[in-house]
C-alpha cells in the first residue's frame, strides 16, 4: 500500500525509531570483566568530552581538575556546565536525555536524586534496561591484546554476553612496534627483533591466536592524519606481512579510524588527543593493493568525509561507517548522511555510537536516530516528487540495511 505524501514523515521516523541496532564501534565491556565496564552519572558527567569542555570553560588549571576525585570532579561539571551554564553543548546535552531515560527529570537540577537513583540499579539490570531503551540488540567493543588490564579477562572468563561482540584493536603492532613486538614476546612468541619471516610468522600466531579467543566481528586501528600507505616503513611491512595476509585467511575485515593526533594537550590526559585532515591515498592504494582484503574506514576529520564516500564508490572493499568523535555532532551528522545517501546509496554504515559509558547508548542513538530520520524523510519525499511510490515496508527493509544488515554481511559472526 503506497504511503500518502502526508504520512510519510511518520512513518520513517516510525521506522527509524522501531529498528533494532548492531552498534559496530564501542568501549563498553561485559560487565563480568569486573571494573572495565563504565556506568552511572559520575562516569556520564566525567566523560573526557566534558573534562575538556569544563577546562576550557572555567580555564581551571587542568593539575587542580585532576586532583579531584571521580564524585568531586562529576560535582565541578555538573555545577560549572549544567548549574551555572546551560547545558547546550552536545555531550552536555547527552547527559540530560540519559536522565531522562532512566527516568528521572533532568530540569529538577538534583545530582544527588540521580545519584540516589543509580544505588538501586545493578549492572546486569541496568546493561538489559540500557540496551532495550535504546533499542540496540549488539555492540562491538574495542578489545585490546596489549593491555594487561583486559588481557587476564581474555585468559580467564572470555566473553559470553549474548550482545557484546569483540573487536581486535591492534594500535601498538601499528604505530609502536618496539612496544608491541615486546609484549608479543612476553605473551611467549618468537619474535626476532629484527622484521624477518620469522618475526612476521610470530605476530601472525599472535593474531590467530587472540582471534581465536576473542571471536571479533573486525580488526582496529585508529592512526594519526600522517598514516601513508605504502610507504618505506615498519607500518607498511606490519601491514603486508603480517595483518593484511591474517585478515584476508580468516575473513577478517579491518577498520581502519584515521586522523588523530594524539596527545596534542597531553595535560588533558585522554581529553587532549586533537584532529588532523588525511591524505586519502593511503585508503586508495589500501583498497587497490588488496582486492581480497574488506576494509572498514570513519575519519575524524569533516573535510576528508565527502572525499571517503567517493572512494567507496570506487571500491565495494571498503565500507564506510559512522560519524566518529569530533564529528558526532548533529550538524555534522547530517551533512554526513547526506553526502553519503546521496554518492552511495544504502551502502553504508550511519553511525556507531563510540560509547565509552553504557549510560551513553540512551543518548548517542536517540540523537542520531533523529537526524537520520530527518535525512531519510528529505530523501523518501526527493524520491515521491521524482515519481516513485514508496512502500512503508520498504522504509523498514531500507532502515534495517543501514542499522543492521551492511554490517552483519560485511563482518559476519564467527561460525
Ligand atoms: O580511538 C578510539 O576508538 C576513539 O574513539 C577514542 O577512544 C576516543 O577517546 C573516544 O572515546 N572517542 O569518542
Ligand atoms: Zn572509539
Redesign the pocket.
Known sequence: MPIPFSRLELAVQKAVDETPIFDM?T?LYPPAFDGLLLWGIDELLTY??LIAEVIRATSIPAEDFWQMDKAQQADFIWNELFIKRAPVSEACRGVITVMRNVGLDPSDRDLKAAREFYKTQTVDEFIELVFTKANVHSAVM?NDPFDKSEVKFWETIGNNHPRLHAAL?I?PMLLWWDVASETIEEQGYEVDHALNEKTFCAARKFLEDWAAKMKPRYM?V?LPPTFTYPADDVTTQILDSVVLPFAREAGLPFAL?IG?KRSVNPNLK??G?GVGRADLSCLEQLCQRNPENKFFATLLSRENQHELCILARKFSNLMPFGC???M?NPSVIEEITRERIETLGWSFIPQHS?A?VLDQLLYKWPHSRRIIAQVLVDKYQDMVDAGWRVMESEIYRDVNRLFSQNFEEFAPNWT
Open positions: 564501534h568501549h573526557h568530552y574495542t584493536r594500535d582496529a585508529s579510524m588523530v585522554l581529553a588527543d566518529w568523535w569530533f558526532n563510540d565509552r
